[in-house]
């Protein structure tokens, strides 16, 4: 059964929930209607007059296929993103998990690269696959392949994915190796003792028992993936080499504050918000009911 | 103890600092770092010891976009500064901009500043006046594109580095002596809208957008897709197949490659000849920008790239006179010869022209009168003049992954132009209608 508290009166269960109606209301429901009602109108940079165009900007977006060609990019963005620094991650846990000496420094080390912002870590790989100063790329050089991704849409894409799915790695790490270890050694070593082998216990025991972690990272690397991974595309390809990696809240960003289309900017960013609440809806519907608590 | 009268001195000491600054504080936001940055601290010291009544402040705000932004949000929020540089690429956002700026031959009339409007170069004035004459901004740094040799890359190769390049015609068989001689990089360019679309669209007179390049009217339709654009960056594509012309970036990325002498020649702003020339370990000159000899009437003239500064709205008349006195203290000529003998810039009025002549720099550094010649040498037409788009950056930014479309052989250059065209159009009808 579940067990209820019950508040006498109104007064006091209001008090307690309103900082989080009043920071909800100032940090989302405020920006995102204003989001809705610029997305109506072409303003001039200054704000000095705005002309109401209605589906106007929306119609414009639609009808560009570089936006439509964005959805695209941001989904294998994400996807790779997530799957590589979660599989990484997990695997990296695994490892780190069954190591006796030295682990506390494994661990320390693992953790590191969180420390590093995205911006920065975008700068680092930046240099390392530099086309003309790049370690990497001279490297690829000598064992003859030409590394330019300033031209070639697919290097460019494998660099980003890499910046961002570095940085994560740690995060990912950290809770898969929280989660692991809050699994009962009991049940592991008594699936050892029946012999079964160590891809055989993971398989069985320890991912299915792992999901609720593997799901609440799923939901966060996503939400990553899609916004704070901004640092990184801005300072390695800035969306290019002809829009290969200009995801939508970059897209949102470069058209708004440097091309100062206001209104398609707008427009761009509700439509964000409308794919990111789809997403979270459709993680919360269909993929938890599969995660074992 | 000890703490607490360090204190007391620190506020003493604050409490003086500010009463010596009776001056009028004036701000000025700009984009230049290194080299270009102290040269402008420079000039404002310069400014704030010849006179007590003003204390110009300026302050760097990012690269030229971001400085832009700055203005634009401060703007928004009240807090803009006085003065504001913003790119070449951005006057047009500029002047639609009614309510946000203070036209400069206005602050200049009411400042009582000396300013004479036809004291400046007709071919950098003639971007930032409107068409009665009448100057909004004024011109700061302006650069047009020259090309620069690398004599030893040039002799390395068993080329005669004296070899004639000022046409394209001429300039493709020399690439292709050059990758015969085993050079790795015959070709880089910096700002590859702005060299071979912008100016080659001025340089053969040929519209890069109607209404006279959008000086006319609002209504302006982009126009460079067609025979002339498309020849030059079929011949660039094939340049760029065969490895004669090497890409490295949208801005001046390849001014790294030609510094270490890593590219034979490299196409550039004038501007860009401070850096070679504290930089080269080679012998180089500077040569005018080819031209298609096939096409008629060319060259005609380059047209300039660079910043201008803008007067914000709202400031007081008193700072406003301040404001005067600097616009007409940073047109003198000494400091004008000055900046343009540093930085490879160009003199903004004849006066400096003249000065800098007169002290036989062009002598003692050859080559680097040829961006100021290959603008000025023929009256400009309604081709030539400049460009005055809305949302430029926006369209550059697609221009510039066009061209790259074209360089990595996904496209033709007559396909990736057109496409170029119809985005680009798109975006000023969006600004036409944002500034009815």
Known sequence: ?293 | MKIKSVLTALIISMGLAGNSYAATEIQWWHAFTGRLGELLDEQVEKFNSSQSDYKVVATHKGNYSETLNSGIAAFRAKEQPHLLMVFEVGTATMMAAKGAIKPVYEVMAEGDAAFDSDAYLGAVKGYYTTPEGQMLSLPYNSSTPVIYVNRDAFTAAGVDPDTDISTWESLDGVLGKLKEGGSECPLVTAWQSWVHLENLSAYHNVAFASKDNGFAALDTELAFNSELQVKHLDAMSQWAKDGKFIYTGRRNEGGANFRAGDCALMTESSAGYAGVKKEAQFEFDIRPLPYWKSAEGAPQNTIIGGSSLWVMSGHESEEYKGVAELLSFLSTSDIQAKWHQDTGYLPITMAAYEQTKAEGFYEKNPGTDIAIIQMTGKAPTGNSKGLRLGSFDQIRGLIDEELEGIWSGDKTAQEAMDSAVERGNKLLRRFEQANR
Do not use: C
């Open chain 1, 1 to 293: 059964m579940e067990k209820r508290v019950t508040f006498k009166g109104w007064l006091l269960p209001l008090l307690l929930i309103t900082p989080q109606v009043v920071v909800t209301a100032v940090f989302f429901f405020w920006p995102a209607g204003q989001a809705i009602y610029q997305s109506a109108f072409i303003p001039d940079p200054f704000g000095l007059k705005s002309q109401f165009v209605g589906w106007g900007n929306f119609q414009f977006i639609f009808t560009d296929p570089y936006y439509l060609a964005s959805f695209k990019t941001t989904a294998i963005f994400s996807l790779s993103v997530t799957i590589v620094s979660m599989g990484v991650a997990l695997w990296l846990a695994l490892m780190a998990d069954r190591i006796i000496k030295g682990a506390a420094t494994y661990r320390t080390l693992l953790i590191w690269p969180y420390a590093v912002a995205p911006a920065i870590a975008g700068v680092l790989w930046l240099f390392m696959f530099n086309p003309r100063i790049g370690v990497v790329s001279w490297y690829l050089d000598k064992i003859g392949y030409d590394w330019n991704h300033v031209l070639n849409s697919n290097e460019a894409m494998l660099l980003v994915v890499l910046a961002s799915a570095w940085s994560r790695i740690s995060y990912n790490f950290l809770f898969f190796l929280a989660g692991l270890q809050s699994i009962p050694k009991s049940l592991v070593e008594a699936a050892a003792m029946d012999g079964a082998g160590f891809w055989y216990r993971f398989r069985t025991i320890v991912f299915p028992l792992l999901s609720p972690t593997t799901f609440f990272l799923l939901v966060v690397n996503i939400v990553y993936a899609f916004f704070e991974t901004f640092g990184v595309i801005h300072t390695i390809t800035a969306g290019g080499p002809q829009q290969a990696t200009n995801i939508m809240v970059y897209k949102v960003y470069s058209d708004g504050f440097v091309g100062q289309d206001l209104g398609s900017s707008a427009a761009q960013s509700v439509v964000l918000l409308f794919v990111v609440g789809l997403l979270t809806i459709l993680q919360f519907r269909y993929i938890e009911k599969k995660v074992h608590y």
